[in-house]
């Protein structure tokens, strides 16, 4: 069975859009998603540097645009038939669009909104987030709550991301939890899926409110508790929730086991779950879409291990 999952935040890179714009039809695809949202896309991910795509309100839609482009140069979804989708974090928007729950246009006026809520209210307090790597779960956890820090990203295969005040990610560097053998500072601009985030749901809210979701028309394994969700109503309150609540991908990844998974592909720009199931799902093949160079190797995975 096949997985089709799209990264979060801190995935993009500056020009990591280029290529994909040389397919056939893309810029003028992208050309309209911007004007739709008033955002340049094609200027961010191809001109932009690393400070101004780390800029929520600009990572976040870029990152589902990119996501949307890549999948579809696969092909349709019908034809490329993964058993489940999913999301990290903003991720999840992308995938929202894979399960049919969201069009490509609804999903990116979404996320739009998304990230400028979440910018806001990043801005209120000076905030951060720090990946621990390595230890115990159960330890780092109660030593992050000690520390006042929230245990954001719970993303199994040894990995927790911690997110608070920059003051406490200080602290953090200074006394780590036993058996962490490294702290990394991420490249996000505030403590997202923390009690920092809550005045953006709100807003979200608003948002939501707006569309018109569709059922899932395959399985859509959800942050909140790895669990699949049945119907584009709850898909949408989740994603409204989840900005401020922590995202347990390691029960995502739990489900993919249990359903089956044998080959887990990651759209654009995708490195970063991949390297998650190579620790914790052993055995299942992996593959990133980095680049169109990438889209044969894809399409004989596709091949070989979709329904």
Known sequence: MLVLVAPGQGAQTPGFLTP???LPGAAARVAAWSDAIGLDLAHY??????DQIRDTAVAQPLLVAAGILSASALGDLADIAP???AGHSVGEITAA?????????AALTLVRKRGLAMAEAAAITETGMSALLGGDPEVSVAHLEKLGLTPANVNGAGQIVAAGTLEQLALLNDDKPEGVRKIVPLKVAGAF?????????ETLAAA???LSPADPKIAYVSNKDGQAVATGAEVLDRLVGQVANPVRWDLCMETFRQLGVTALIEVCPGGTLTGLAKRALPGVKTLALK????????REVIAEHSA
């Not at 899926?193 to 749901?201: E, F, R």
């Open 291 to 298: 680049t169109p160079d990438d889209l044969d190797a894809a």
């Open 208 to 210: 939501a409110k707006e």
């Open 45 to 50: 991910g191809t001109q932009a540097d690393a």
């Open 20 to 22: 994909w714009l040389e």
């Open 193 to 201: 899926h923390t009690l920092h985030m809550a005045p953006a749901v």
């Open 83 to 85: 058993g489940a989708v």
């Open 97 to 105: 669009t894979f399960a049919g729950v969201l069009d490509d246009t």
